[in-house]
């Protein structure tokens, strides 16, 4: 997949079909690092766990993690696994405009 | 390098192919070098997010840690030390060495003793045979150099031949070589079943973990087992538990009733030392502007947990750049920067903040400086609200041989820098629309809870050391 850059509204297409491309908002990308730094604690500095660890984040889609981060924040009532709980805890303390960069940038690990 | 061209080096810093003209980045002569004073839970991140990310940036940065010891032992699950059956074995399961952070991330790490940093110049001095000698002089200096103690008017008389330290052990600094844990431990195992255990805990802020509640529940669980007639007496000179209220009431009166008992607003001022095995420790309270004694209580243990402050190391570094109290940095916590000396920067326990003094917050800060260190050698303006979370795993029950039944429990906050008040604000988490139950902030003690304690601190520690 061909993919391409975009920085201050520009955006530079890479060859291929425009159907097919994508583009990288890179301040975007900057910002959403330092914000999920956050995440790599439990989740690994690469992102991929190890086999009996938290689950790893490496290779999922930005619409995928933004859809499970909002659903965090958004759950009115305690339930679930502890984990899952502590996990609520930090999304509900994220602005939505701070989940959409952190999952923008974990999609691009 | 321009602002566009770091932007541009974070996204490609992906695994996402790009062309590699695509936007053309003119080749950086510059080498920036960042000296770290202290190779703990903070200074080891920031070492190696600065590496780590400075590679992905294309970006020359040389990094060196200065730490006098050879390697890092965990205050995190410290406690579990106290109450081990081979504590050698404890010890090295919380010991992390940093041949990951020279092999895989290129860091210098250089042992000394540093005697002093100009703040001007960001030169780092360690003293040789007598005299000062210069290790270098960097771009940039980050103190993480954790705590100091200040034991100021704890008065300890003691009557035998061994040292303060072993006698009234603080067992708080778990390196270099976990004497001290090992020295209460020992107190411990040979405690006479129904004497008595006393734990002093000095006013906040002071450095947790380990955490001086956690401790007693941790010594409460043990003695249970091994010596059913003693109990845990805590002296806190605190007003009220300073952490998870509702979890350490719930274990004090229900999940350990009759082993602690917790006594508030006692500050411990005065320890006789007799002999090895009787301690008089006097608490006293703070009334109508004066001392009032309390009764002494004769122990066997004595843990005293001095108060604390940040090390000298940062104490005349930054000085008159320091908090009201004189204690603690006073930094940006945008940056971590000092405001005084703009080469300086302080993350971890030394700093004056509303976070708290522990390992995975530190490992936090320590990346939010070394963001802000490498957008300023690239010219590029901060965050501007950049997020820190302290989590951090408790263990209730825990006793060695009975891991069937260990419990642990959890606490979790998050802070964000505030931009017009040049604080963070502590970010509360509430239900969308602000209604539903409130939502906690820690949870009950569990199994499930001990399992994932053990798997948060081996991720944390693989993201600081490995």
Not at chain 1, 56 to 85: I, N, P, W
Not at chain 2, 185 to 214: A, F, H, M, W
Not at chain 2, 310 to 320: D, N, R, S
């Amino acid at each position: 997949m061909k993919r391409a850059l975009v920085f201050s509204g520009m955006a530079f297409l890479l060859c291929g079909s425009a159907s097919l491309a994508q583009t990288i908002d890179a301040t975007k990308a900057a910002n959403g690092r330092i914000l999920a730094s956050n995440c790599t604690q439990c989740h690994s500095t690469n992102g991929q766990s190890r086999s009996n660890g938290f689950d790893s984040l490496a290779g999922k889609s930005y619409s995928e993690l933004k859809k499970e981060l909002l659903e965090m924040k958004a759950k009115t009532s305690v339930g679930g696994e502890a984990d899952e709980e502590i996990m609520i805890v930090h999304a509900k303390a994220y602005t939505a405009d701070e989940i959409d960069l952190i999952a923008y940038y974990l999609s691009l690990r | 390098m321009k602002r566009r061209d770091f932007m541009k080096a974070v996204a490609t810093g992906s695994t996402i192919p790009v062309v590699s003209n695509f936007v053309t980045t003119p080749a950086e002569a510059a080498t920036y070098s960042v000296g770290v004073v202290g190779g703990g839970m903070a200074g080891a991140t920031a070492a190696k997010y600065l590496r780590y990310w400075a590679s992905k940036l294309g970006l020359s940065v040389t990094v060196t840690i200065f730490e006098p010891n050879a390697n890092y032992i965990s205050n995190i699950k410290s406690n579990e030390v106290l109450v081990a059956t081979d504590p050698l074995k404890a010890i090295s399961g919380l010991t992390f060495k940093y041949d990951n952070l020279k092999t895989k991330y290129g860091v210098t790490v250089t042992k000394a003793v540093i005697s002093r940093v100009d703040p001007n110049t960001g030169e780092i001095f360690t003293i040789v045979n007598n005299a000062e000698t210069s290790k270098g002089k960097f771009d940039a200096v980050i103190l993480a150099a954790g705590i100091d103690f200040e034991y100021g008017d704890i008065s300890i008389e003691n009557k035998t031949a061994i040292k303060n330290e072993i006698a009234v052990p603080h067992a708080w600094q778990a390196g270099p070589i976990g004497e001290q844990l090992t020295a209460l431990r020992s107190q411990l195992r040979n405690l006479t079943d129904g004497k008595e255990v006393v734990i002093s805990i000095p006013l906040s802020p002071y450095r947790c973990p380990p955490g001086p509640y956690e401790r007693a529940c941790v010594i409460a669980d043990w003695l249970k087992r091994y010596k059913p007639k003693s109990r845990v007496t805590v002296f806190d000179a605190n007003p009220d538990i300073q952490a998870e209220k509702p979890v350490f009431e719930y274990a004090f009166n229900t999940v350990h009733a009759g082993y602690i008992r917790y006594v508030p607003n006692m500050h411990v001022r005065k320890v006789v030392v007799s002999d090895s095995k009787t301690k008089l420790v006097t608490p006293f309270i703070w009334q109508n502007g004066a001392w009032v004694e309390q009764t002494t209580i004769t122990a066997e243990v004595a843990n005293i947990i001095p108060p604390m402050k940040a090390p000298p190391i940062v104490l005349k570094t930054l000085a008159g750049n320091l908090d009201a109290s004189g204690r603690w940095a006073k930094i940006s916590e945008q940056t971590y920067q000092s405001a005084g000396f703009s080469k300086i920067f302080v993350i971890g326990d030394g700093i004056s903040s509303k976070q708290p003094k522990a390992g995975h917050i530190g490992n936090q800060e320590a990346k939010v400086c070394a963001d802000a260190i490498l957008r300023r050698f690239m010219g590029v303006t901060p965050y501007p609200t950049p997020v820190t979370n302290s989590a951090c795993f408790t263990p209730i029950t825990t006793t060695e041989g009975f891991t069937r039944t260990a419990t642990a429990s959890w606490l979790t906050a998050l802070y964000r820098y505030n931009t017009t008040t040049s604080t963070v604000d502590h970010v509360a988490p509430s239900p969308v629309g602000g209604v539903g139950p409130a939502w906690p902030v820690s949870g009950k003690p569990s199994k499930g809870l001990y399992s994932d304690m053990n798997k948060w601190f081996k991720t944390l520690m693989e993201d600081t050391f490995a």
